[in-house]
């Protein structure tokens, strides 16, 4: 396993993350597989894992807290908050309100006393972002979370979130987490160069494409990873998109062969390849999927083999750009854009 320092904090992680989505309902993971889990990870020198409270309606939390008990200080323990938490209104975004609230019900269920790492899920548009940084100095002043972070956020809220920070003498964050993977390169364009600006850490969701990347998605098979059951439109052929990362599949999986290697340690291997990534989350459901992922954490692509990847999908291209999480609002509601 290799270890990076998250930014500037001085903090050492693995490069491959234990993302805990999949324990719980989302995944069908019970609580003895979610620990087998955590604890074949930690033993294969993963230290992070990362979880939000919005997963499964908070069972990832509970589990991933019963997984960790004991061994507490030697995990980066990381959370997320202000996705929607029920129908309540006021039970989701970035206000002072809920992270408060919010922060602390999460606590609860990963029965710890702070988190290393607390990350707002989504940019939050109504919300201010001295009154979000302002509460998370705080909730850092009062010794419950160490560090805190953003998730999907546009490059230029990025930037001006750290405006903020430092217009108002405010703690900044120090970590973005953004969705990359070889048929997702948007990032590279605006917000890894970002993250390198400002110095923060880079943990990267989906690296595997949602499974379009694991390996099981071939032309000529059945389509049956765990993602298409409840996200079937990413893999219905009759889209162009899709099509279009079958076809890029196609020609990855010739490239990793000739080099000896898994689709997998492909995919992983070329996103903590770019020197702005800190960790690549990984989201395993089956201890099988761990261990094939896990089998990724010395991969070091070749000069060559990362040319090939950039031959069949050019750096800072996204196959399917109308699944990115990032948009700003003006681009999906028309009366924020016309008079």
């Known amino acids: 396993m290799q270890y990076r320092t998250l930014g500037r904090t ?48 908070g069972e990832s939390e509970d589990m991933v ?14 959370t997320k908050a202000g996705m929607p938490m029920g129908d309540e209104r006021n039970h989701r975004g970035s206000s002072r309100r809920w ?58 809220r990025v930037v001006q979130a750290q405006w903020a920070a430092r217009e108002h003498h405010l703690g900044r964050y120090v970590t973005e987490q953004p969705s990359y993977s070889v048929l997702q390169r948007g990032v590279e364009a605006h917000v890894l160069p970002v993250t390198e600006e400002y110095g923060l850490g880079v943990l990267v969701w989906s690296p595997l494409a949602s499974g379009w990347l694991s390996g099981a998605v071939r032309a000529g098979r059945d389509i049956t990873t765990s993602r298409s059951a409840f996200m079937p439109q990413r893999f219905d052929l009759s889209v162009p998109a899709n099509r279009a990362r079958l076809d890029a599949v196609e020609q990855l999986a010739k490239v990793a062969d000739e080099a000896g290697l898994t689709m997998i340690q492909l995919a992983l291997g070329f996103v903590t390849a770019h020197p702005a990534v800190t960790s690549a989350l990984i989201g395993p459901r089956t201890p099988d999927h761990l261990h094939a992922q896990l089998a990724a954490a010395d991969t070091v692509l070749s000069a060559d083999v990362l040319d090939a990847i950039d031959a069949i999908v050019a750096p800072g291209t996204d196959l399917a750009a109308h699944e990115k999480f990032d948009t700003p609002p003006a681009l999906l509601d028309p009366s924020l854009r016309r008079r």
């Open 10 to 57: 001085g903090v050492q992680v693995s490069s491959l993350a234990l993302g805990a989505m999949n324990f719980g309902r989302i995944g069908r993971t019970t609580q003895d597989e979610a620990t087998a889990l955590v604890d074949a990870a930690l033993e294969a020198g993963v230290n992070l894992i990362d979880t939000a409270d919005m997963y499964s309606d």
């Open 99 to 156: 992270l408060v609230t919010e922060l602390d019900n999460s606590l609860r269920r990963l029965g710890v006393d702070h988190v290393d790492l607390y990350q707002i899920h989504r940019w939050d548009p109504v919300t201010s972002d001295e009154e979000t940084l302002s509460a998370l100095t705080d909730l850092r002043r009062a010794g419950k979370i160490r560090y805190f972070g953003s998730s999907t956020f546009p490059a230029y």
């Open 65 to 78: 807290g019963k997984a960790i008990a004991g061994r507490r200080d030697d995990i980066v323990l990381a």
